[in-house]
């Protein structure tokens, strides 16, 4: 069982900066491919970004591309998104989740692939 506790997340002005964190418990973090997902309400939830076990290989939605910076520090099991240049779309609840990678390059995109999923943090971008 893996529990994730994200934090970071509050009000900034578009243009703005945030960096979201998520602590996982566990000693297998290293092992976790660890995803970022966001959604407002009417939604579905959708993929942010996502960085595979081993650190080699990330992945982003082409909304947040050139904006959005996901890092990993397994020392701390922790799993970091830096965004940069803040929309107002950007708007959203973010969830950090977790699964048991099959490689450790794996990074999967799909909401469906994750099986651990923190409480979220809200983040609010004013215009």
């Known amino acids: 069982q893996v529990q994730l506790v994200e934090s970071g997340g509050g ?11 998520c602590v996982a418990s566990g000693r297998t973090f290293s092992t976790y491919a660890m ?7 009417g939604k579905e939830r959708e993929f942010v970004a996502t960085i595979s076990a081993g650190s ?12 959005f910076t996901v890092s990993r520090d397994n020392a701390k099991t922790t799993v970091y998104l830096q965004m940069n240049s803040l929309k107002s779309e950007d708007t959203a609840v973010y969830y950090c989740a977790a699964v048991q990678a099959k490689t450790p390059w794996q990074v ?20």
């Open 56 to 67: 080699s290989k990330t992945a982003y939605a082409d909304s947040v591309k050139g904006r």
């Open 108 to 127: 999967p995109g799909s909401y469906d692939a994750y099986q651990y999923w923190g409480r979220g943090t809200q983040v609010t971008v004013s215009s």
């Open 35 to 41: 995803g970022w997902f966001r959604q407002v309400p």
């Open 11 to 21: 009000l900034v002005q578009a243009g703005g900066s945030l960096e979201l964190s």
